[in-house]
């Protein structure tokens, strides 16, 4: 058995210029961090000529065997794929356990590519670094399957940590924050997490978002180009150390963004925002495509538990996290000895195939 993970990111600021539709022609900047909450991707050897694919989030197990075609359908065809693309022809199960529901603005797919890629790479001999993994997927998701998503998912899942990533037609570049551990103690303290309802409109959003860039929509490509000004603006604050200037900056690119397409917010989603700043939450955004998912929030400790309260009267609870420095990671290896399952001491292709 093998056992890989990938962490979910939040945005910080940028969100929407990492579409290739906009950055190929105006760059791209997005600052992003990963938090402590994990796709899982889990494989087991069956006794079957089939590849079974079993998702928490999905819940149908899906089977293919050996002579069937790929199966393109929005349950399986991000894995079908990646499968595929290993040539993994059979006698295996794919474990898919994300601990937050996909829908929900934290780069769910982006997450479950990097953890799948990971893993069946090991699985069948390779050990792919960070870098590797992230394009892979940007290759399999974008590319491959045309699905509506931006760089920014599989690079932060891949990578982990806190990080300023700039996307251009021919390179995307991630740097770490330069923020010092004070810093990063604060803010992550500081922000918290609301789960607000599942966003079913997101691959549709992001789908009007990205032609309009293609059409040159002068007001899209205009807030987007102020997102990105703001994402600067946040890199600097964050590096030094000015946190309530971050969440001024936070603020005001929720401002922009809740503007690209009238399906990003909604009377609901704007009370909440409303009543968090009302009870001392200094500024947020929805993050992912927008339409529900998960607001977060730049809020004194002082006045967290006012906020934390009034949100919960709407039914909008809180989701505590950590700010995670690590990306992707082969978690555990185990193998089948004399009847007996023991854990692999070195972490490496070679030595779990042997």
């Known amino acids: 058995m093998l056992v890989a993970r990938a962490p979910v990111r939040i945005t910080l600021g940028g969100e929407g210029t990492d579409i290739p539709a906009y950055y190929e022609k105006h760059g791209g900047v997005v600052v992003n961090a990963t938090i402590n909450y994990y796709v899982y991707t889990i494989l087991t050897p069956n006794d079957s000529s089939e ?3 079993i998702s928490t989030d999905q819940r149908p197990s899906l089977g293919k065997s050996l002579q069937e075609d790929l199966i393109w359908n929005s349950d399986s065809s991000l894995p079908r794929s990646i499968t595929d693309y290993f040539k993994v022809c059979g006698g295996i199960t794919v474990f898919l356990a994300p601990q937050i529901p996909s829908g929900t603005g934290v780069g769910i797919s ?7 890629i990971k893993a069946l790479a090991f699985w069948v001999g390779l050990d792919l670094n960070p870098t590797e993994v ?8 974008i590319e491959r399957l045309g699905m509506p998503v931006g760089k920014q998912d ?6 982990g940590g806190l990080n300023v990533m700039t996307f251009s037609k021919h390179a995307v570049a991630v740097t770490p924050l330069k923020i010092s551990q004070h810093a990063q103690a604060m803010l992550n303290e500081r922000l918290m997490l609301f789960f607000t309802g599942f966003s079913k409109d997101g691959p549709n959003i992001l789908s009007e978002q990205i032609a309009a860039c293609e059409a040159s929509d002068a007001e899209v490509i205009n807030r987007l180009g102020m997102m990105k000004s703001l994402a600067l603006d946040i890199r600097s604050a ?3 150390g000015d946190l309530p ?6 603020h005001a690119s929720w401002l922009q963004k809740r503007e690209l397409t009238p399906r990003i917010t909604h009377d609901f989603l704007d009370t909440c925002y409303e009543t968090a700043r009302f009870h001392g939450a200094v500024g947020g955004s929805i993050i992912g495509a927008g339409g529900g998912g998960f607001l977060l929030l ?7 538990g006012a906020v934390t309260d ?3 009267l709407l039914g909008v609870h809180r989701y505590p996290f950590e700010l995670e420095e690590n990306g992707v990671q082969i978690h555990q290896t185990y193998s089948w000895s004399s009847g007996q399952v023991t854990r692999a001491q070195v972490l490496t292709p070679m030595a779990f195939r042997a």
């Open 51 to 53: 590849v079974r694919i």
């Open 110 to 116: 982006g997450s479950v590519a990097v953890s799948m």
């Open 134 to 141: 992230a394009e892979l997927s940007c290759h399999i998701e």
């Open 154 to 159: 599989q690079y932060a899942a891949a990578l």
């Open 238 to 240: 964050l590096e030094r």
């Open 245 to 250: 200037a971050f969440g001024e900056l936070l």
């Open 298 to 304: 730049y809020c004194p400790l002082a006045q967290q």
């Open 310 to 312: 009034a949100l919960a």
